[in-house]
């Protein structure tokens, strides 16, 4: 059984040689050497993997989210397939929210829907605050995987407050987000009251994750890019940096991760991570230069190009490898997650490639 030292070990930035807070991954992370490029990919634990298919063949997704064996096996599964430098928890962005009492299921096909959408000032109410009892199996799931993954770092992760909002409000997967910025515009203090409550949920879940042993945490505001700059910086960036700062003192590497955001990344490099996580319409050496010398970044491999013969595949991987050394620190990663259609042993060549490809170089000098 993991004790509190592990999580503590996390937090405090534990270098112990060989120890996940040594690994790779989280070397690039603080922007220190590493030996070769750390890679992991977004939604690598999931529906491109046959082994997940079949043990979650007859598990409702939300449920498989709070059965800590179900977690600790499919969070492992690309690990031991592919020898990612990473691990992330098999969880979902709505499971906090559900645990702060909002009604939403996981419908396959489509994502997460709920069953009353939040438009109101009496809405909002309906969302408590979480504790680490509404959410044992996320604390147990953790614990489990940190003893399992051994110096493979574990990343937590959440979702960002417009992402969860747009949900709220939306009541599911929108292209619009039409009723979200509706509100958003209409009503500026009951938004910001929606967005205060979903950044509060949202560090209580990480903080849970990061005592229970996460070596870094990532969050996810996958549906930034619908907003303007200006917007973001009046409506977003507030509540994305009520998250990232109130986790400061936590010890471990945070990662803030968007999509379409290329004309937002220096804004989302002021809410606080030290990485940031670029979509892969934007290149590396280009997006550096948006968000700072301060920061390391994370991307972006188009994952469509994952789908095209090899030889594409080869010649962008080291086209994004190029282009991050432009940067303090590169963790090799899509643009966004897995594509369930993902052939999962490209997948696994890429991994060997960047290796191969980041450690001829370290070698070089
Ligand atoms: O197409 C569907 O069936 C609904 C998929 C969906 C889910 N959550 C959702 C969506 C909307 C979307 O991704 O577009 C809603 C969801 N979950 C998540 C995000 C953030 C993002 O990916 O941009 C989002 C929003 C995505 C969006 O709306 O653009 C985050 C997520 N889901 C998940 C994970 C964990 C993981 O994959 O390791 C993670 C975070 C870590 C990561 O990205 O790697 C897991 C997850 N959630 C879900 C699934 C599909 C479940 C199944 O059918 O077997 C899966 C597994 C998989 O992707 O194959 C359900």
Redesign the pocket.
């Known amino acids: 059984m993991t004790t509190e030292t592990t999580g503590t070990a996390a937090r405090d930035g534990d270098s112990r040689p060989g120890g996940p807070a040594d690994s790779p991954f989280i070397r690039a992370c603080r922007r220190r050497p590493t030996p070769h490029t750390p890679v992991w990919?977004?939604?690598?634990?999931?529906?491109?993997l046959p082994e997940?298919?079949e043990i979650?063949a007859s598990v409702p997704?939300l449920e498989?989210c709070r059965r800590p064996e179900l977690v600790t096996e499919?969070?492992l599964q690309?690990v031991r397939r592919h020898g990612v430098d990473a691990a992330?928890?098999?969880?979902?962005?709505?499971v906090p929210v559900a645990a702060a009492g909002v009604d939403l299921d996981?419908?396959?096909?489509?994502?997460?829907v709920v069953a009353e959408p939040i438009r109101t000032a009496a809405d909002v109410q309906r969302i408590r605050p979480i504790t680490r009892e509404d959410v044992p199996y996320v604390d147990e799931a953790v614990r489990q995987l940190v003893v399992e993954l051994g110096d493979t770092p574990l990343?937590g992760?959440a979702?960002a407050p417009f992402?969860l909002a747009s949900?709220l409000v939306e009541g599911g997967?929108s292209r619009t987000h039409a009723k979200t910025k509706a509100l958003m515009y209409g009503d500026e203090e009951l938004w910001h009251a929606l967005c205060d409550r979903l950044a509060e949920v949202t560090l209580a879940f990480l903080r849970v994750q990061i005592e229970a042993g996460v070596s870094a945490v990532?969050l996810?505001d996958?549906?930034a890019g619908a907003l303007s700059e200006a917007d973001y910086r009046r409506y977003v960036l507030p509540h994305s940096t009520a998250v990232l700062s109130g986790l400061a003192h936590a010890g471990v590497p945070r990662i803030h991760?968007g999509?379409g955001t290329a004309e937002l990344l220096g804004a989302m490099g002021e809410a606080g991570a030290d990485v940031v996580g670029v979509d892969w319409r934007t290149p590396l050496d280009v997006a550096t230069g948006r968000i700072g010398a301060d920061k390391a970044v994370q991307g972006n491999l188009d994952p469509c190009v994952l789908l095209a013969p090899w030889p594409v595949v080869e010649a962008e991987v080291r086209r994004i490898l190029e282009q991050g050394r432009a940067a303090p620190g590169h963790v090799f990663n899509l643009g966004?997650?897995?594509l369930?259609e993902t052939d999962p042993e490209v997948l696994t060549r890429v991994v060997a490639l960047v290796h191969e490809l980041s450690s001829r170089r370290a070698d070089q000098g």
């Open positions: 990919f977004m939604r690598q634990a999931g529906r491109s997940y298919r979650r997704m498989s499919i969070t690309p992330i928890l098999f969880s979902d962005i709505v996981i419908v396959p096909g489509t994502g997460p990343i992760f979702g992402t949900y997967p990532q996810f996958s549906w991760f999509v966004h997650g897995v369930p």
